[in-house]
């Protein structure tokens, strides 16, 4: 475990070497974090955005489906414009979790099982569609299509009670670098490939590769150093300290 202390060191080591890593990098997840499983009235900022954005538009689009493809029942329309943004999810999610994988392992290994469960419920909605027809069912598979696609990455929980906001802060920035490290990494390894091996270029390249390899792999330890400091590391941790 480290300090805030430590980790305000670390970083600003880090924004003084590399200020363009902590410029226009984003990571797509974990935008809003709580304390425990449930945070009052912040769990349910996430939900309040799934519903306005993704029911509303699901319902527009069900709308135009309906009214521009007449061999289509009202059933039918909406399920496809629900099933419409089911696959959404299922493209962006692997990003969203290429992301994680390499700026917050602990992360991760939570979340990184979601595309499997959004392919299963997108199945079970073509089912629905085509066989069983259930408008209860629909809404349903929709609700937990919007919690593995949107919610659980917009929504990181289970941090502690001592966590405070500057070292959640410290926290999002270091999975920021993180990202941001591995951005250099691809890059000169794609660089390298296009060089000769017996220039000068080539062997200041190599260096830079094995540089930004030290570099990235010091920076998700602080993480995840970070991350055992404030955050429980799974449901049953966080029950046990409840006892």
């Given at each position: 475990?480290?300090?805030?202390?430590?980790?305000?060191?670390?970083?600003?080591?880090?924004?003084?070497?590399?200020?363009?890593?902590?410029?226009?990098?984003?990571?797509?997840?974990?935008?809003?974090?709580?304390?425990?499983?449930?945070?009052?009235?912040?769990?349910?900022?996430?939900?309040?955005?799934?519903?306005?954005?993704?029911?509303?538009?699901?319902?527009?689009?069900?709308?135009?489906?309906?009214?521009?493809?007449?061999h289509?029942?009202?059933?039918?329309?909406?399920?496809?414009?629900?099933?419409?943004?089911?696959?959404?999810?299922?493209?962006?999610?692997?990003?969203?979790?290429?992301?994680?994988?390499?700026?917050s392992?602990?992360y991760?290994?939570?979340?990184?099982?979601?595309?499997?469960?959004?392919?299963?419920?997108?199945?079970?909605?073509?089912?629905?569609?085509?066989?069983?027809?259930?408008?209860?069912?629909?809404?349903?598979?929709?609700?937990?299509?919007?919690?593995?696609?949107?919610?659980?990455?917009?929504?990181?929980?289970?941090?502690?009670?001592?966590?405070?906001h500057?070292?959640?802060?410290?926290?999002?920035?270091?999975?920021?670098?993180?990202?941001?490290?591995?951005?250099?990494?691809?890059?000169?390894?794609?660089?390298?490939?296009?060089?000769?091996?017996?220039?000068?270029?080539?062997?200041?390249?190599?260096k830079?590769?094995?540089?930004?390899?030290?570099?990235?792999?010091?920076?998700?330890?602080?993480?995840?150093?970070?991350?055992?400091?404030?955050?429980?590391?799974?449901l049953?941790?966080?029950?046990?300290?409840?006892?």
């Open positions: 475990m480290v300090s805030d202390k430590q980790a305000a060191l670390f970083l600003k080591k880090l924004q003084i070497q590399y200020p363009s890593a902590f410029r226009r990098n984003f990571v797509f997840y974990g935008m809003l974090k709580t304390k425990g499983l449930m945070d009052e009235i912040k769990e349910f900022i996430p939900w309040i955005l799934a519903i306005m954005i993704f029911v509303s538009l699901s319902l527009s689009l069900g709308h135009y489906i309906e009214s521009h493809f007449l289509f029942t009202a059933f039918q329309a909406q399920g496809i414009s629900a099933l419409c943004f089911m696959l959404l999810y299922m493209l962006y999610v692997p990003l969203v979790l290429k992301q994680m994988k390499h700026s392992r602990s991760y290994e939570q979340q990184q099982h979601a595309p499997i469960k959004i392919a299963a419920l997108i199945i079970l909605q073509a089912v629905n569609i085509a066989f069983i027809e259930s408008t209860f069912l629909q809404i349903v598979l929709f609700f937990f299509a919007m919690g593995f696609g949107f919610v659980k990455f917009y929504k990181e929980n289970l941090f502690r009670n001592s966590a405070t500057v070292g959640l802060y410290y926290l999002q920035e270091l999975r920021r670098f993180n990202f941001w490290s591995y951005k250099q990494i691809i890059r000169l390894k794609l660089t390298l490939k296009f060089s000769n091996k017996n220039s000068a270029t080539y062997q200041q390249k190599l830079q590769l094995q540089h930004f390899k030290n570099l990235h792999l010091k920076s998700m330890h602080m993480e995840q150093q970070l991350c055992l400091t404030h955050k429980h590391q799974d049953e941790n966080y029950l046990d300290s409840l006892m």
